[in-house]
């Protein structure tokens, strides 16, 4: 196997996408997310572009955060909790 071959099989780009389709890094490269396939979301390009559009790079605590002060009943809060 060749050095292209094995950095494109531990690559997320190869992970099958179809038109209209994107991959996403659920904890963003920003924030030290890798490219493990159990880091990457496919999803379709427009809910996509929303998302960050939304919420940009921000943690899940920051998500969290601005879907309970902007956009949810105010009598619920959105609750982030890091899984153990
Ligand atoms: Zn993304």
Redesign the pocket.
């Known amino acids: 196997m060749s050095r292209t071959q094995r950095r494109f099989r531990t690559s997320y780009r190869h992970i099958k996408i179809h038109k209209g389709e994107s991959r ?2 659920k904890k963003c490269k920003c924030h030290g997310g890798g490219d493990e396939p159990n880091n990457i979301s496919v999803v379709s390009q427009s809910k ?1 572009d929303l ?2 559009a939304l919420f940009g790079s921000k943690t899940p605590e920051q998500i969290a955060k601005e879907l309970t002060n902007v956009w949810l009943d105010p009598a619920y809060e959105f609750i982030c909790r890091r899984k153990e």
Do not use: D, G, L
């Open positions: 996403h890094h996509h998302f960050h």
